[in-house]
């Protein structure tokens, strides 16, 4: 079928209004990011500042030992958001379960996530770090890879948990209703009706505090860990610059973004679902 | 098959059901009518054990599932409820929604599960909709499901909570007529309605309820045509507008 004269007519406008639209776009940005490099290449410091922090020689120096030392920043935050994941979820559904002979646990786990979401995460690394090994017991992890961690699931635990139990406590009532009237146990209920929609709803915060976590890894440098940042604090030992913590932060910045695209890519396949576009 | 005994439940400070009896028999449907508030919906939530009694017996055949020691999802997976929001399942298509508690919770074979939902969908016209999910249906559809996902777990008795009250004139109707055919393969119902003309036509029996109680109970056309209680007279006479 050829749509109708008018209809064509519509369509040319709004190609024509769309060109204008990104015509405009293109311009503002130009002009704006233009001003601010200029702005800040015309600054009396810029020729300090560049070579003491964006240093192409050093920056080529250094990249080999920085990638090599980021891929275990990568490995921690792999390892630890498993843990963290398990953590939060048995947290946060203890601390939903109406069932009071679970109190003692309850009451554990309500303090778990009290201590450790208001404790800086720097002080949980710095007592898992060298506080368990002082203890000197046999079977406790020496490794700092395990020790760093444990210390990362233990403060994002309780933030995970927090995150978690407000999706699920967000489901409404009437799926609860719906679920145990099919004859599901509450523990089926909650496994497959509640939970697969709360953690849909908190997927953006979710994957916010995972994106923090990936940076936190960097924290652990201060146990000992031969991390990017360590490895950068290194060299800029060495060359008396800072081009160094600039290309370890250029490795988290772009480890980061997939992560944020794959969040934006899961939010909206749901939603496309669940609406039926 | 199902007796309850001066079933009395709160809220608070607010007596919804003030020791209300009533008997249902195999193949009996049986439509609860009254203003809303009256207790209709409480009363069903009570007999599926969705909410706890506090007072008063409910019998299923010979076990009293008023006993706290009974298996509640035993007892639900036999009373089905639909509800007047539908409440399906969001984050499931069609299809998932109707064999979850087939696969789940009575253990049958995903296979077994499947096909029967397939079958049940285009009994009620929607056998195309299978992996479409909640929100791309309109409200009928989505209620023609809940409808759907109740009957596939085989429920010996099925309890409808006013099922058609948020749908529009155009779609109710589709939804009594698979209420139609579920009473002519004879299965036992129990209904809170506000569609007269319905109730008087599908029920075997009619309860009348008014503020957490029983008021009148018996075949529709004694109760339609000649009303014993005054309350039961008006309220008709308000719904036959």
């Given at each position: 079928m050829t749509p109708s004269e008018r209809q064509l007519e519509r369509e040319r406008y709004r190609r024509h209004r769309a060109r204008n639209r990104g015509a405009v776009a293109v311009v503002s940005t130009l002009v704006v990011l233009g001003g601010l490099v200029f702005l800040v290449a015309q600054s009396p410091g810029w020729p300090r500042v560049r070579e003491t922090y964006f240093n192409v020689g050093d920056a080529r120096a250094v990249l080999p030992d920085v990638a090599k030392a980021f891929w275990l920043n990568i490995r921690l935050f792999l390892v630890a958001e498993v843990f963290i994941l398990v953590v939060a979820v048995t947290v946060a559904i203890i601390r939903v379960v109406p069932a009071p002979a679970l109190a003692p646990i309850k009451l554990l786990a309500t303090i778990y996530t009290d201590v450790f979401r208001g404790t800086p995460t720097i002080l949980v690394v710095f007592l898992i770090g060298f506080g368990v090994p002082a203890l000197?017991?046999?079977?406790?992890?020496?490794s700092l890879f395990w020790l760093g961690v444990i210390a990362l699931t233990l403060s994002y635990g309780a933030y995970v948990a927090e995150v978690l139990r407000a999706g699920i406590l967000s489901v409404h009532p009437t799926q609860w209703a719906s679920g145990r009237a099919l004859g599901l146990s509450y523990g089926q209920t909650m496994r497959h009706v509640i939970l697969p929609q709360a953690v849909r709803r908190v997927a953006p915060p979710l994957l916010n505090d995972f994106v923090s976590l990936q940076k936190d890894t960097a924290l652990l440098s201060t146990i000992g860990l031969v991390e990017a940042l360590r490895v950068a604090q290194v060299d800029s030992g060495r060359t008396f610059a800072f081009t160094g913590y600039v290309v370890a932060a250029a490795f988290f910045i772009v480890a980061t973004i997939p992560l944020a695209r794959f969040t934006d890519y899961l939010t909206v396949r749901s939603l496309r679902r669940e609406n039926g576009i | 098959m199902l007796r309850a005994e001066s079933v009395r439940k709160s809220f608070g400070a607010h007596e919804v059901l003030k020791g209300v009896s009533l008997q249902v028999s195999e193949g009996e449907v049986v439509c609860l009518i009254g203003a809303s508030g009256s207790g209709k919906s409480t009363l069903l939530r009570c007999l599926n054990l969705l909410e706890q009694v506090d007072d008063g017996d409910i019998w299923f055949d010979d076990r009293?599932?008023?006993?706290?020691?009974?298996d509640v999802d035993d007892v639900r997976r036999q009373i089905g409820i639909v509800f007047q929001a539908y409440n399906l399942f969001p984050h499931l298509s069609v299809e998932q929604n109707i064999v979850l508690g087939p696969v789940r919770?009575?253990?049958?074979s995903r296979e077994a599960a499947h096909s029967r939902a397939l079958t049940l969908l285009d009994r009620v016209g929607l056998a195309g909709r299978a992996g479409a999910y909640p929100d791309a249906l309109s409200g009928g559809q989505q209620q023609r499901v809940a409808l759907v996902r109740a009957i596939a777990m085989q429920p010996r008795l099925l309890l409808l909570d006013e099922i058609t009250s948020a749908l529009d004139p155009m779609l109710i109707g589709e939804v009594l007529d698979v209420i139609r055919d579920l009473r002519r393969e004879g299965m036992t119902i129990v209904m809170a309605t506000h569609e007269m003309p319905f109730a008087r036509e599908v029920a075997d029996r009619i309860l009348f309820m008014a503020d957490g109680q029983v008021v009148e109970s018996g075949p529709p056309e004694q109760l339609f045509t000649a009303p014993r209680d005054p309350r039961t007279a008006e309220f008709l006479a308000r719904h036959r507008g």
């Amino acid at each position: 079928m050829t749509p109708s004269e008018r209809q064509l007519e519509r369509e040319r406008y709004r190609r024509h209004r769309a060109r204008n639209r990104g015509a405009v776009a293109v311009v503002s940005t130009l002009v704006v990011l233009g001003g601010l490099v200029f702005l800040v290449a015309q600054s009396p410091g810029w020729p300090r500042v560049r070579e003491t922090y964006f240093n192409v020689g050093d920056a080529r120096a250094v990249l080999p030992d920085v990638a090599k030392a980021f891929w275990l920043n990568i490995r921690l935050f792999l390892v630890a958001e498993v843990f963290i994941l398990v953590v939060a979820v048995t947290v946060a559904i203890i601390r939903v379960v109406p069932a009071p002979a679970l109190a003692p646990i309850k009451l554990l786990a309500t303090i778990y996530t009290d201590v450790f979401r208001g404790t800086p995460t720097i002080l949980v690394v710095f007592l898992i770090g060298f506080g368990v090994p002082a203890l000197g017991l046999a079977g406790l992890p020496t490794s700092l890879f395990w020790l760093g961690v444990i210390a990362l699931t233990l403060s994002y635990g309780a933030y995970v948990a927090e995150v978690l139990r407000a999706g699920i406590l967000s489901v409404h009532p009437t799926q609860w209703a719906s679920g145990r009237a099919l004859g599901l146990s509450y523990g089926q209920t909650m496994r497959h009706v509640i939970l697969p929609q709360a953690v849909r709803r908190v997927a953006p915060p979710l994957l916010n505090d995972f994106v923090s976590l990936q940076k936190d890894t960097a924290l652990l440098s201060t146990i000992g860990l031969v991390e990017a940042l360590r490895v950068a604090q290194v060299d800029s030992g060495r060359t008396f610059a800072f081009t160094g913590y600039v290309v370890a932060a250029a490795f988290f910045i772009v480890a980061t973004i997939p992560l944020a695209r794959f969040t934006d890519y899961l939010t909206v396949r749901s939603l496309r679902r669940e609406n039926g576009i | 098959m199902l007796r309850a005994e001066s079933v009395r439940k709160s809220f608070g400070a607010h007596e919804v059901l003030k020791g209300v009896s009533l008997q249902v028999s195999e193949g009996e449907v049986v439509c609860l009518i009254g203003a809303s508030g009256s207790g209709k919906s409480t009363l069903l939530r009570c007999l599926n054990l969705l909410e706890q009694v506090d007072d008063g017996d409910i019998w299923f055949d010979d076990r009293e599932i008023t006993d706290p020691r009974i298996d509640v999802d035993d007892v639900r997976r036999q009373i089905g409820i639909v509800f007047q929001a539908y409440n399906l399942f969001p984050h499931l298509s069609v299809e998932q929604n109707i064999v979850l508690g087939p696969v789940r919770s009575r253990g049958e074979s995903r296979e077994a599960a499947h096909s029967r939902a397939l079958t049940l969908l285009d009994r009620v016209g929607l056998a195309g909709r299978a992996g479409a999910y909640p929100d791309a249906l309109s409200g009928g559809q989505q209620q023609r499901v809940a409808l759907v996902r109740a009957i596939a777990m085989q429920p010996r008795l099925l309890l409808l909570d006013e099922i058609t009250s948020a749908l529009d004139p155009m779609l109710i109707g589709e939804v009594l007529d698979v209420i139609r055919d579920l009473r002519r393969e004879g299965m036992t119902i129990v209904m809170a309605t506000h569609e007269m003309p319905f109730a008087r036509e599908v029920a075997d029996r009619i309860l009348f309820m008014a503020d957490g109680q029983v008021v009148e109970s018996g075949p529709p056309e004694q109760l339609f045509t000649a009303p014993r209680d005054p309350r039961t007279a008006e309220f008709l006479a308000r719904h036959r507008g």
